[in-house]
């Protein structure tokens, strides 16, 4: 019933920039959080940022001035606009969405980030 869809991957040579985006389909009762997260080969899923019903937002370090998450109002879709791209967020970009009912998590299936040298 709930579907989300990443999109805007792509190759990109170091210093560019990339928005990704996130569509929700169908119903996710309390929305709590919106997140972008990624994992490169061999590496564990990381949080890279998050926005919040309360209105927190988050950024994990590596990537603090450089990345910003962004939604609409209606909080059904969600934005990772990532400038000064490195090698190091080469990666496979997944969303994410919390709500109170379960399955509490949702997860798209990914976009891909390559950044060349």
């Known amino acids: 019933q709930v579907q989300l869809v990443e999109s805007g991957g792509g190759l990109v040579q170091s210093g560019g920039s990339l928005r990704l985006s996130c569509a929700a389909s169908?119903?996710?009762?309390?929305?709590?959080?919106m997140r972008w997260h990624r994992q490169a080969p061999g590496k564990q899923r990381e949080l890279v940022a998050e926005?919040?019903?309360?209105?927190?937002?988050q950024y994990a370090d590596p990537v603090k001035g450089r990345f910003t998450i962004s939604k609409d109002n209606a909080w059904t879709t969600v934005y990772l606009q990532m400038d000064r791209l490195t090698a190091e967020d080469t990666a496979v970009y997944y969303c994410?969405?919390?709500?109170?009912?379960?399955?509490?998590?949702?997860w798209g299936q990914g976009t891909q980030v390559t950044v060349s040298s």
């Open positions: 169908g119903s996710i009762s309390g929305i709590i959080a």
């Open positions: 926005t919040t019903r309360g209105g927190l937002v």
């Open positions: 994410n969405v919390e709500g109170i009912g379960a399955p509490y998590h949702y």
